[in-house]
């Protein structure tokens, strides 16, 4: 069990790492990037960059989620500023 044990902490812990890692860059002030889209809800970089850490999904905002999944949701058929 004490192997079990250290992977479950080990999970935890890789998982809270998620929290605090970079959800966007911008590469010579021209290109952005992000995991999943633009989305509607964001119109400025400012929108990203106020995002407090660590980053929960308890704590998500529309600007989160569109960061994370508005392509997902589009690919979906899921309206992404309805499913919020």
């Known amino acids: 069990m004490q192997g ?3 992977g479950i902490w080990v999970w935890q812990r ?3 790492l998620f929290n ?7 590469i010579e002030r021209k290109i952005i990037c ?3 889209g633009i989305g509607r809800s964001i119109n400025y970089v400012q929108q990203i960059e106020d995002l407090k850490r660590p980053i ?4 998500g905002s529309v600007v989160l989620m569109d960061l994370l999944w ?3 949701l589009l690919r ?3 309206n992404a500023i309805g499913a919020m």
Request: with cysteine; hydrophobic share 50%; charged share 15%.
């Open 4 to 6: 079990e044990r250290d």
């Open 14 to 16: 890789i998982n809270q």
């Open 20 to 26: 605090w890692l970079p959800l966007a860059a911008v």
């Open 34 to 36: 992000m995991h999943g």
């Open 56 to 59: 929960t999904m308890e704590a």
């Open 70 to 72: 508005y392509v997902v």
């Open 76 to 78: 979906c058929g899921v």
